[in-house]
C-alpha cells in the first residue's frame, strides 16, 4: 500500500473515500459498497440488519456498517471543522453540499481547501478510528486504540482518588482509623477496603455525609467482660458437674438445731421425692445426702407415707433414723376393720374440732367425696362411706378440713378396689354388684383372726349364702352384724336376743347379706373375698381368739362350742 504523506492538515485520497468519487456529495458511492462514515474496520457481523443512522437526512444514501475496505489508514478523519462545522457524509443532496463548502481538489495526495475548509487532526495511522468526534455526539473524544486508552499503570502516589460510587445508605460504619473493624464497630465488609477507599469514602462523607464517630475502648471492654464471663460460667458450672457427680453431697452435721418442724410425705414417693420435701422444709441440706443416707440404711426402704415431726439442719442419716422411728410419726392411722363412727372421732380428735363434724359432714356430702357411682343408691344403708374409708396411714393435722381427710381415705378405697378388680369379679362370684363383694370382705374382716383365716372365711359366707343349703338354709348368723347395728363389741350373746331383734343389718332375722359392709376391710380380707376356698367350710369358731377352726357340718361345729363353753365354766 501507498504510504501518503502528512501534509497542511490535508488527508490522502481514497478511491472509496465517501467524500469523493463518482456522485460527489450527492452521488452513488463506489460500487464496493457503502462504506462506514468513520472510515474503520469492516463490521464483525455482515449478516446482522443494518439499521439506518441519523436517518435520511438527503437524498443521497448513507453510509452503511459492514462493507469490507481495505488496510488503509488515515491520518485523520472527520477533523473539527475550520468554523466549526462537522461533515456528514450523505448529509443532502449534491448542491446543497455544494453552497455549504467550496470544491474540494485533490492535490499532490491531499485536499486543498479554502477559508472554510476542514482543519484536519493529526491521526495515528494505526488507529483505525483516529481521534474522530463521536458518531452520535460531537465533542466527546474516541480513545479507543489510542495510547491514552490503556495508559500504563501509574505509581500508587500518582493515582488520582476516583474510587468507585458507594451505594447511599442511611447506616454509618463509623472511620476506620486503621483498627479492626470487629473492635471498631464496623462491618466485615471494611476489613478489604484500601487506603484509597478509605479516603475516597471519608471525602464523600466530608461532603455532605454523617459525621466521624470517635473511638473509645469501650467496645474492646464489653467484649473482654463477655468472653470472661462465658470462661467464668463454664468453669464454674464444671465445677458443680464435678461435685454432682464425684465429690461428697452437702450435708448438715448434728441431729438438728432444736426448731421441729412438721413434713407430709406423699403416698407412693421414692427417695428422691421424700428428699425433695424435707430440703424444701429445712431438714435436710440437699436432696442427694438423703438419698444416700436412705440407700446406706439397711431398713431406709420401709420409710412410709405420712406426717413426721422432725428437726431443721439435721444430717441425712439423723433424719433417716428418726423417720424410722415411731416417735416421729404423727400420722393417723387406720386400722383393718375399723367402723366409720370409730374413724370419725379420730379425726375430730386429731383436727381439733368439734365432736361429731366430721360424722356431720359425712352424712350430709357422701356424694361429694368421691364414691363410685356403684357405691351409691342402696336402700337401707347405715352409713354410705363404710367400707370405703380404706385402712391406712394418713398425714392428718390441725388445720386441715374433715372433708378434704374423707375424701383421701375414698379415693385410696376406691384405687384399691379398682387395682384387685372387684368391679370386674364381683358377679363371677355369684354376687349382684361390687358393693355386695365389699360387703363380704367386711365380714370376712370382721370374723377372722388371722390373714390365714380370710379366704376359708369367704367360703363359708358364700355357702351359707347358697338358698338351699342343708346347713343354715341362707341364714348367716354372724354375731358381728348384730353387734354393728348395735355399735358394739360383745362377744357373749344369746341366741334368743340375736333371734329376735328385727333389723336388716342382723343375720340371725334376715337372710343372705346384710344392706352394706360393716367395717373397712383390708386389702387382704378384699382379696379372701376374691378368691375363696373350695372345701365346704360351713361353721367356724375361735377358742382363743387368735385363729379360728372350720368345719363342714353342724354335728362337728357343736363339739367345739361345747369346747368353748368349757374352757370358760359356762
Known amino acids: 500500500m501507498t504510504e501518503y504523506g502528512r501534509g497542511q492538515g490535508s488527508e490522502p485520497w481514497h478511491p472509496e473515500d465517501p467524500l469523493y468519487g463518482d456522485g460527489g456529495w450527492g452521488g452513488q458511492q463506489a460500487e464496493t459498497g457503502p462504506q462506514s462514515p468513520y472510515g474503520g474496520q469492516p463490521q464483525h457481523y455482515p449478516e ?36 466549526g462545522h462537522q461533515q456528514y457524509p450523505g448529509q443532502g443532496d449534491h448542491q446543497q453540499q455544494a453552497q455549504g463548502y467550496h470544491q474540494q481538489q485533490y492535490d499532490n495526495g491531499g485536499w486543498a481547501t479554502d477559508a472554510h475548509q476542514q482543519v484536519s487532526y493529526p491521526g495515528d495511522p494505526a488507529d483505525p478510528y483516529g481521534q474522530q468526534s463521536g458518531a452520535y455526539g460531537a465533542g466527546q473524544p474516541d480513545y479507543y486504540g489510542t495510547p491514552d486508552a490503556y495508559p500504563p499503570p501509574e505509581p500508587p502516589g500518582r493515582r488520582r482518588a476516583e474510587p468507585e460510587p458507594e451505594p447511599e445508605t442511611d447506616w454509618d460504619p463509623g472511620p476506620d482509623q486503621g483498627e479492626h473493624a470487629f473492635f471498631a464497630g464496623g462491618d466485615d465488609d471494611d476489613d478489604g477496603d484500601e487506603p484509597r477507599d478509605r479516603r475516597s469514602r471519608d471525602d464523600k462523607r466530608g461532603r455532605g455525609g454523617k459525621p466521624k464517630k470517635r473511638r473509645n475502648g469501650m467496645a474492646c471492654l464489653v467484649v473482654v467482660l463477655v468472653f470472661g464471663g462465658g470462661i467464668a460460667g463454664v468453669g464454674y458450672f464444671g465445677y458443680q458437674f464435678y461435685q454432682d457427680r464425684f465429690g461428697d453431697a452437702p450435708d448438715f452435721a448434728g441431729d438438728g438445731n432444736g426448731q421441729q418442724v412438721s413434713v407430709e410425705i406423699p403416698k407412693g414417693a421414692d427417695g428422691y421425692t421424700i428428699g425433695r420435701v424435707l430440703k424444701a422444709a429445712g431438714v435436710v441440706k440437699s436432696v442427694d445426702a438423703f438419698v444416700s443416707a436412705q440407700a446406706g440404711n439397711p431398713e431406709g426402704r420401709t420409710i412410709q407415707d405420712g406426717v413426721y415431726t422432725l428437726q431443721k439442719q439435721m444430717s441425712a442419716d439423723s433424719a433417716v433414723e428418726l423417720m424410722l422411728s415411731p416417735d416421729s410419726r404423727d400420722n393417723l392411722i387406720i386400722a383393718e376393720g375399723k367402723r366409720n363412727a370409730d374413724i370419725y372421732r379420730l379425726i375430730d380428735k386429731r383436727l381439733e374440732v368439734k365432736e361429731g363434724t366430721t360424722a356431720e359432714v359425712a352424712k350430709k356430702d357422701y356424694k361429694k367425696l368421691g364414691l363410685p357411682a356403684w357405691a351409691q343408691n342402696h336402700p337401707n344403708v347405715k352409713d354410705p362411706l363404710e367400707g370405703f374409708l380404706f385402712p391406712s396411714s394418713y398425714g392428718v393435722s390441725e388445720g386441715q378440713k374433715p372433708e378434704d381427710v374423707l375424701k383421701s381415705m375414698v379415693q385410696r378405697a376406691t384405687e384399691t378396689y379398682d387395682k384387685l378388680g372387684v368391679e370386674k369379679k364381683a358377679e363371677s362370684l355369684g354376687l349382684e354388684d361390687p358393693w355386695q363383694l365389699v360387703t363380704v370382705a367386711s365380714l370376712v374382716q370382721a370374723e377372722g383372726t388371722s390373714h390365714s383365716d380370710f379366704r376359708k372365711m369367704a367360703e363359708v359366707v358364700y355357702n351359707r349364702m347358697k338358698p338351699g343349703n342343708p346347713q343354715t338354709n341362707g341364714m348367716l348368723e354372724f354375731d358381728s352384724t348384730y353387734n354393728y347395728i348395735k355399735n358394739q363389741s360383745k362377744i357373749d350373746l344369746s341366741l334368743s336376743e340375736l333371734r329376735n331383734y328385727d333389723n336388716p343389718y342382723n343375720t340371725y332375722f334376715h337372710k343372705g347379706l346384710p344392706p352394706g359392709p360393716i367395717d373397712n376391710p383390708g386389702e387382704d380380707a378384699v382379696k379372701g373375698a376374691l378368691n375363696p376356698t373350695d372345701d365346704g367350710w360351713y361353721y367356724f369358731i375361735s377358742l382363743d381368739g387368735k385363729t379360728s377352726k372350720f368345719t363342714k357340718t353342724n354335728a362337728e361345729h357343736q363339739k367345739l362350742v361345747d369346747q368353748f363353753n368349757a374352757s370358760r365354766n359356762n
Do not use: S
Request: proline residues 6%.
Open 48 to 83: 446482522q440488519p443494518q439499521q439506518p443512522q441519523y436517518g435520511d437526512w438527503g437524498t443521497g444514501e448513507q453510509a452503511g456498517y459492514g462493507q469490507a475496505q481495505q488496510q488503509y489508514q488515515y491520518d485523520q478523519q472527520y477533523a473539527a471543522q475550520a468554523h
